[in-house]
């Protein structure tokens, strides 16, 4: 369980970086998945550029109504409430269940996402607000809203030249109703089934279903599902025709409590 | 003559609860690990290893240029198989080629050694190796083995078994007059024991003393020298085996490993130190190998439900080879002797095979079959009362062994030491508001209430395993004590301590004896080269056969001392005593410290008497408990587990142990050891398990896949200890390293099915993930 050789390079500008790219190095954040992946030799890259000394890869702004949120930023940072206001709470408490601290301290939102891996929590969780992923590539920076950035397993919107930059969330209002639900045996082992439910006052509310073998499934009206909940989890779900029925049942409950859990309004 | 007072600080002796005296380096992270060991020169290894469970290997193509750093089963020149044969009539023994030859037997079998001078460069070369092999039909499933048309994994065998046990009973009566019978069909899977260390061997020759060293991280050091020496040809006393500080053991470094072999022969043929440190995927993927049992029961009991008989037909998955030195045997055909478990059964019929799979080699884990034992017959107890519409706790009550029958000898032969299974029991249930829960479970809530109750064979000796005819049958334990010149006590023990805290509960057996404080008692273990031979701390053995003989060695060691105290106060020996770390008068007008003694065996030998025992201060002796069949901690689990019943998720809402482990030498340590183990009896109840595919191909390859309990899962344990000393140990100490791992998987189970039951549902298969939970709730609301 060693790497391969590979060549490590830290650029201290992303105009360095992107050209590193283009001759196909591979970008590293937190390293919590590629970390594993170059240990176990699914991954061999010749070189491997270290994002994390560019300027303002991590950090958090707030600018007409957006949340800027630099992809190096930690979940650990996001935890501790460096997202100011209700979204920065909401934001709080799944990054709190992500894995354990150790993980958090390393692992980044940007990494996570542009690692697209259908469980992890921020895929899971980001297309449930009506934002976009920042992609930097030669021509500048480019939005991609994000409920098109992940489109399959491991699989992404960005170019082979493009770095993920940041993510440009929304401001919620403090009466923004939010439920997430996530199965998981323990802390560390990845979701079984995730959802969430978002309802900003004035906008049709929003729900995202994930954790499924396939990209988040977003509802972009979840009036319904708010109305009743149990009964249009049961109607979306079986409308997966998901195989495994175990699957399908968790499905179903998570989807059923986070819309619960946003009539309760938790966290 | 110094004045020595009577020490009036806390008691260090036996029964107190001393903190550990090896805390001091493992919370500093000062532990010494073979890891944390290099050597100048050192290579390290990486094993090419088998990418499919059954095939036959045709060849392997080292990396061009690297002819010399790449070494196949050919290359090995002298170097046997390892063999673990058992005298059991029909066992059939393997041969296990250290490095693969001729055949594939399982995913992860060891094919080629690839040399450098990183483990990176190794892994390197392995990856540049091509395979060619012709693969074969692939056996994964235990009970489909021994079907005709399986492929044999072992060409030359009738079939895929190592071996059948049988004890016939003619039970077809019992259907006649039994007010109750149900038959179980339960399957328990298998595991990958996780201890925090995996494997590791660093070897080298020393040319000054003609020696191979190897140190290892395993739990018996002595019992690898002679394996190592067989298999590789040398003189025993041309092997060393320390095994420096080992970061868990369960049974996991029980075992000759092919790796250690390997490195050893390479050391000496390179003469260079060869460094092998296993990692997780090698630890995953190539040694998933216990805990997988299948059983069919049938029971039948009268009214009260007292047992009339039980029938078990139980299978085991061994795996492809007989590990050494345990054998592949070992722990089925144990089902057969320990089946019975606390109760007066009257009658019983078993029948256990050994089978042969393309997995890797069973290996005993923590509880060894117990675990798999005391899930089947207490599932069974629940499914019988439930039947005969008792409680769980009288089916118990009617069939306990009681306390008035002690010792008690079952119908199998085995013989209880002590103890009042009864009481255990109702000590457990009185912890529990059980008209709470009804009433919960009443409005509809999904708990249930489960126990569990067995006893736990520990330090069983010669007349237990001569019996088995392994490689290693335990004898007289033996340990050294001795006095530094500066009057320290120094205690030396072929028993390895790597968890148990021995060196903190051998010092109190020391201290008990011999009145030394602890802090000047230091216990050497871990070097064939240093210690007497022991076959190792496994099966709960360590604190009633090292315990015994420390203390016997320290009696000893008292005697010799008393001796020149004696003549130091110029008083008769009659006159003496030895007493709170001091010879002292009985009149009590002077005393001498056991410094001084030791000062004047050792520096001023002019002082000593004529007739003065010339064995000096340093003894060695051997001890056995007479009768050597065992001791018999028991304890009872109970349990109260809630279910999601939309996910099938179970949580353990309230655990209580209630156990008895004889006099505790030191009760925190035993805390610790029953938490320990119930962590890992959590894990085989609910999270544990290493699927195979139809391939064989084993498929959690990391621990997000492989899910061990955390701090998360397991919850805050209530203990309660009964103290039933054994009437055949020194102290009345019993055997209770295992005990904790045994217990969970029945007693939560029992749990679940106490709240499904009312749902029409009833879980069998271990673990009782939440897919499976849900499964049978489903299947109860078909039904
Ligand atoms: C033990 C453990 C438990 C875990 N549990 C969870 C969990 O419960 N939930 C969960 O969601 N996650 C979990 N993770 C994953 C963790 O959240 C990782 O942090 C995350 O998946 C990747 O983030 P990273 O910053 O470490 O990225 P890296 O590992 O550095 O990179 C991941 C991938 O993204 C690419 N990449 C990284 N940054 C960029 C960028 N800015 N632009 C373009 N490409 C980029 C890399 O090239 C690589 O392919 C766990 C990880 C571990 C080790």
Excluded at chain 1, 149 to 162: I, K
Excluded at chain 2, 72 to 91: K, Y
Excluded at chain 2, 552 to 564: D, M, N, S, V, Y
Aim: net charge negative; hydrophobic share 45%.
């Amino acid at each position: 369980m060693k790497p391969a050789p590979f060549g490590y390079a830290r650029p201290g500008d992303w105009p360095e970086a992107l050209s590193l790219l283009r001759d196909g190095a591979r970008p590293l954040a937190g390293g919590q998945s590629l970390g594993p992946m170059l240990n176990l030799r699914l991954a061999q890259p010749a070189t491997v550029i270290d994002l994390r000394h560019l300027p303002g890869f991590a950090g958090v702004a707030v600018q007409d109504g957006y949340c800027r949120i630099g992809a190096g930023t930690s979940h650990a940072e996001i935890e501790d409430g460096a997202i100011p206001g209700r979204l920065g709470a909401i934001l709080a408490g799944v990054a709190r269940r992500i894995a354990y601290r150790a993980v958090r301290n390393r692992g980044t939102i940007g990494g996570s996402l542009a690692h697209a891996d259908p469980a992890a929590d921020w895929v899971a969780v980001l297309p449930c607000f009506d934002g976009a992923a920042i992609a930097l590539g030669a021509s500048g920076e480019r939005r991609i809203p994000l409920a098109d950035f992940v489109l399959g397993l491991m699989e992404t919107a960005l170019r082979p030249d493009e770095v993920l930059r940041a993510i440009e969330l929304p401001v919620l209002p403090p009466e923004a109703r939010w439920g997430h639900w996530k199965f998981c045996r323990k802390p560390g082992e990845f979701s079984k089934a995730t959802a969430c439910v978002l309802a900003v006052p004035g906008e049709p509310p929003r729900a995202v279903l994930a954790a499924l073998d396939m990209p988040p499934l977003v509802i972009a009206d979840a009036g319904a599902l708010l109305a009743a909940p149990e009964a249009e989890a049961a109607r979306i779900v079986a409308g997966l025709a998901l195989r495994d029925p175990w699957r399908a049942a968790l499905v179903r409950t998570a989807l059923h409590r986070a819309a619960l859990a946003a009539w309760e309004m938790e966290e | 003559m110094t004045a020595v007072g009577a020490a009036d600080a806390p008691p260090q002796g036996v029964g107190a609860s001393l903190r550990r005296k090896e805390d001091a380096r493992f919370l500093r992270g000062r532990g010494r690990y073979v890891g944390d060991i290099t050597q100048a020169g050192m290579l390290e290894v990486a094993f090419l290893r088998s990418p499919v469970a059954h095939a036959r290997l045709l060849g392997v193509t080292k990396p061009e240029g690297a002819e010399d750093r790449v070494f196949t089963a050919g290359d090995l020149l002298g170097v046997g198989a390892i063999r673990a044969a058992s005298n059991l009539a029909g066992f059939r023994v393997s041969e296990q080629p250290v490095l693969a030859r001729g055949k594939l037997r399982h995913v992860g079998e060891a094919i080629a050694a690839c040399v450098a001078p990183t483990r990176a460069e190794a892994e390197d070369l392995a990856a540049a190796c091509t395979l060619d092999y012709e693969e074969l039909p692939v056996v994964t499933d235990m009970l489909a083995a021994r079907a005709p048309d399986a492929a044999l994994i072992h060409e030359h065998w009738p079939d895929n078994a190592f071996l059948e046990t049988r004890r016939e009973e003619d039970l077809s009566d019992l259907d006649g007059i039994a007010a109750a019978k149900v038959t179980r069909r339960l399957r328990t899977a298998r595991h990958c024991m996780a201890p925090l260390e995996g494997r590791g061997v660093l070897a080298e020759w020393d040319p000054r003393l003609e020696q191979l060293i190897v140190t290892s991280s395993a739990q018996m050091p002595h019992v690898i020298r002679t394996g190592l020496a067989e298999i590789l040809g040398l003189d025993e006393a041309q092997v060393r085996v320390i095994a420096p500080d080992v970061g868990g053991g369960f049974g996991y470094k029980g075992i000759l490993l092919p790796e250690e072999v390997v490195s050893a022969h390479l050391a000496m043929r390179l003469d260079r130190p060869v460094r092998w440190i296993e990692d997780r995927l090698e630890q995953l993927t190539a040694n998933a190998n216990c805990r997988e049992h299948h059983y069919v029961v049938t029971a039948w009991a009268d009214r009260e439900g007292r047992l009339l008989g039980v029938e078990v037909d139980a299978t085991v998955d061994a795996g492809a080879y007989s590990s050494y030195p345990f054998s592949a045997c070992l722990e089925a055909a144990q089902i057969g002797s320990i089946f019975p478990g606390p109760y007066t059964l009257p009658r019983f019929r078993c029948r256990t095979v050994s089978a042969c799979t393309n997995k890797p080699p069973i290996l005993p884990y923590r509880g060894v079959a117990r675990t798999g034992v005391c899930y089947a017959m207490e599932t069974t107890l629940d499914a019988l009362a439930r039947q005969l519409g008792i409680g769980t706790d009288a089916i118990r009550l009617a069939n306990l062994v009681p306390p008035e029958a002690m010792p008690y000898r079952n119908l199998v032969g085995k013989v209880f030491d002590s103890g009042d299974y009864p009481e255990a029991l109702r000590r457990a249930i009185a912890c529990f508001d059980l008209d709470r829960l009804r009433a919960r479970q009443a409005a509809g809530e999904y708990v249930g209430f489960g126990l569990g109750i067995f006893c736990e064979q520990g330090a069983h000796g010669t007349s237990v395993y001569h019996g088995w005819g392994i490689p290693m049958v335990p004898g007289y334990e033996q340990a050294l004590a001795r006095f530094t010149p500066d009057g320290g006590l120094e205690l030396r023990t072929g028993v390895h301590s790597h968890g148990q805290g021995l060196e903190t509960t051998l010092a109190q057996v020391a201290h008990e004896v011999l009145g030394v404080p602890t802090a000047r008692i230091r216990v050497v273990h871990g070097d064939t080269a240093l210690t007497p031979y022991s076959t190792g701390t496994w099966g709960s053995r360590a604190m009633v056969m090292a315990g015994g003989a420390v203390a016997e060695a320290c009696r000893l060691l008292g005697e010799r001392a008393l001796a020149i105290g004696a003549v130091l106060l110029q008083a008769g020996p009659e006159a003496v005593e030895l007493a709170g770390g001091a010879v002292r008068r009985r009149d009590g007008s002077a005393a001498v410290a056991l410094e001084e003694i030791a000062r004047t065996w050792y520096r001023r030998p002019q002082h000593l008497a004529r007739d003065v025992d010339t064995g000096g201060l340093e003894v060695t002796a051997g001890y056995r408990p007479d009768p050597d069949t065992g001791t018999h901690s028991y304890a009872c689990h109970a349990v109260i587990a809630r279910i999601d019943r939309d996910t099938g998720a179970v949580a353990l809402e309230d655990y209580v142990v209630v156990e008895d482990g004889g006099k505790l030498v030191n009760p925190m340590i035993v805390d610790g050891q029953v938490l320990g183990g119930l962590a890992q009896g959590i894990g085989t109840a609910l999270y544990e398990e290493m699927p195979f595919d139809a391939a064989g191909q084993p498929l959690a390859g990391t621990l997000a896949d492989y899910l061990l309990p955390g701090a998360t899962e397991v919850p805050d344990v209530r203990l309660d200890h009964m103290e039933t000393p054994s009437p055949w140990t020194r102290f009345g100490q019993k055997g209770i390293g295992e005990s904790g791992a045994i217990g969970p998987p029945a007693a939560i189970v029992n749990a679940i099915n106490d709240a499904l039951h009312r749902f029409g549902a009833e879980l069998t298969d271990l673990p009782a993930s939440p897919a499976r939970v849900l499964a049978a709730l489903e299947a109860g609301r078909r039904r």
